[in-house]
């Protein structure tokens, strides 16, 4: 259920999943239902996120829309003080908002009455919260784990960084940009034994 325009009962929205759980797809349906219905919403993903260009919230099963972008300078109170009349904010790759944001985002459902959905990873690739999920994953006033499978079947819900043989990636920087030829959604068994 998707949350009412100016819902005096508005929440912060955390819907986290591993990779290829189909995040993007439900936010672009959101963003249809609203707009079917005649209300506004502001779509942002992160800048840093160029896998299908800049400024583009794509999923896997061929939709694709431009949406506004990210990155740690962005503050939403004063891009929605701006621009009144909004419905929701829905945001992709919500693990590289910084905490200061999540925390806007919350004051802002909660003092302005306008919900915030926010899709993203909850872990890294060394099973680590991302700071953006992290501070969702505290301030979050409703969480939903979105499903998606490992190759031997089970729930996958960790992020598994692989190199160009397929083998398992342990150490690196924290945010290496990649879809499927870099990132393979395993259970908790298949990450440990790699």
Known sequence: MQPASNDPMAKLF?????MNAGKSTALLQVAHNYEERGHRVR???ARLDDRYGHGFVTSR???QREVEQF??????????AADP?????????AQFLSKHQV???????HLHHLPAICYGLRTDFQGELFPGSAALLALADEMD?????CDCGRKATMNMRVDASNRKVTEGAQVEIG????????????????
């Open 145 to 149: 784990e979105m499903k998606t499978i």
């Open 179 to 194: 879809g499927n030829a870099r990132y393979r959604s395993v259970c908790g068994r298949c990450f440990h034994q790699g």
């Open 14 to 18: 955390f819907r986290y999943a591993a």
């Open 43 to 45: 779509i942002f993903t």
């Open 71 to 80: 990155d740690a300078d962005t503050d939403f109170q004063a891009l929605i």
């Open 103 to 109: 925390q806007t985002l919350h004051e802002m459902a």
């Open 85 to 93: 009349g909004i419905a929701c904010i829905l945001v992709d790759e």
């Open 61 to 63: 099963l061929g939709p």
